[in-house]
């Protein structure tokens, strides 16, 4: 099992940028596939991003239009989102997700395991 433990949220401008971090406990990180998914007021939770379990392999969802990247570093038990050119419909609680069986790219949140309990992001206009 292991825990994950967001943090990074917070309030930014339009246009701006936020690096959010999901820190695991556990010494088989490396073993599993992560993901980030968001959820706005009222919609139902969606994909960003999944990465693979060396690093080497992303997926994201097409809306971004490459605005955000997501990096993990597997000596820190850490994914990152790092998120630019913000929007204010970018505004959700963004949580981190851990899959055991390494998916990163289906998008559906029913093939991860293991979630944290989430941050707040909030873009102004």
């Known amino acids: 099992q292991v825990q994950l433990v967001e943090s990074g949220g917070g309030l930014v401008q339009a246009g701006g940028s936020l690096r959010l971090s999901c820190a695991a406990s556990?010494?088989?990180?490396?073993?599993?596939?992560m993901g980030w998914f968001r959820q706005a007021p009222g919609k139902a939770r969606e994909f960003v991003a999944g990465?693979?379990?060396?690093?080497?392999?992303?997926y994201y969802a097409e809306f971004l239009k490459d605005r955000f990247t997501i990096s993990r570093d597997n000596a820190k038990n850490t994914v990152y989102l790092q998120m630019n050119s913000l929007r204010p419909e970018d505004t959700a609680v963004y949580s981190c997700a851990a899959s055991r069986l390494g998916t990163y790219y289906s998008g559906q949140d029913s093939q991860f395991d293991y979630w944290g309990q989430g941050t707040q992001v909030t873009v102004s206009s």
């Open positions: 990465i693979n379990r060396s690093g080497g392999g992303t």
């Open positions: 556990g010494r088989t990180f490396s073993s599993y596939g």
